[in-house]
């Protein structure tokens, strides 16, 4: 009914930047709170940062300061900059949803694919 799909990912040196998109389609009456969490080899994977419908924004202490989320509701779209990249960034990062879907009264959680971002020089 809904996908989420991310992209943006790559390969990048210490210190650079990247910028992640997550585009959402489907039966959308409207998304709520839009996250990225990522997950690294043999790791949990971890909430990176979220963002509220109203644009409410929060950080792990990781990534605070460098990293900034933000979201276009026009075009469904969520965005991640990332700045001052580190190698203990290198995760596979995912985008999660809550949705609320259109011509029901459901509201579903989802999930994208994930997209890989490798800090290394």
């Known amino acids: 009914q809904v996908q989420l799909v991310e992209s943006g990912g790559g390969l990048v040196q210490p210190g650079g930047s990247l910028r992640l998109s997550c585009a959402a389609s489907g039966r959308i009456f409207s998304l709520n709170a839009m996250s990225w969490y990522r997950q690294a080899p043999g790791e949990q994977r971890e909430l990176v940062a979220k963002i509220t419908s109203g644009g409410s924004t929060s950080y792990s202490d990781s990534v605070k300061g460098r990293f900034t989320i933000s979201r276009d509701n026009a075009k469904n779209t969520m965005y991640l900059q990332m700045n001052s990249l580190k190698p203990e960034d290198t995760a596979v990062y995912y985008c999660?949803?809550?949705?609320?879907?259109?011509?029901?009264?459901?509201?579903?959680?989802?999930w994208g694919q994930g997209t890989r971002v490798t800090v290394s020089s």
């Open positions: 999660n949803a809550g949705v609320w879907i259109g011509g029901s009264s459901l509201y579903q959680n989802y």
